[in-house]
């Protein structure tokens, strides 16, 4: 779930998408999504294609916060905590400092990249 959540967001041209696996370092998630957009326009193009990424895999978020403003948008699924920023509340809040203990999880943006040649 959390690589469909950073593949959808990376497919909105989000910047310096992050997964971060939080098993040993916070109780109540396995995985953060981590990304920014440069616009509220934009977060919230990338709120909605995780939202529908994760959906066609039969998956909704339980609780959404942040959608009204697009500042910081955050879709907890449980399982992954995707985290939508605009580039400056990203750099403000410093979110992947605050959780530095938890190990990055190597992804690529497209599944089929390495077949496309691309």
């Known amino acids: 779930m959390a690589l469909v959540a950073a593949r959808a967001a990376a497919a909105k ?11 040993e370092v916070f109780l109540l ?3 953060f999504v981590i990304c920014s957009g440069n616009t509220d326009r934009q ?11 994760l959906a066609a895999v039969g998956v909704k978020p339980v609780r959404r916060e942040g959608v ?3 500042r ?4 907890d699924y449980l399982d992954i905590v995707v985290h939508i ?6 750099e403000y809040y410093e979110i992947e400092r605050l959780w530095k203990d938890a190990p ?6 497209e599944e089929d990249r390495a077949a496309s040649g691309v």
């Open 43 to 53: 977060v919230g193009a990338i709120q909605e294609a995780v939202e529908e990424k």
């Open 68 to 70: 009204r403003h697009r």
């Open 13 to 23: 041209k989000a910047r310096d998408v992050l997964v971060l696996d939080m098993r």
């Open 29 to 31: 998630t396995d995985y």
């Open 72 to 75: 910081w948008v955050l879709l």
């Open 104 to 109: 990055p999880v190597e992804w690529e943006e």
């Open 85 to 90: 920023f605009r580039q400056e509340e990203r």
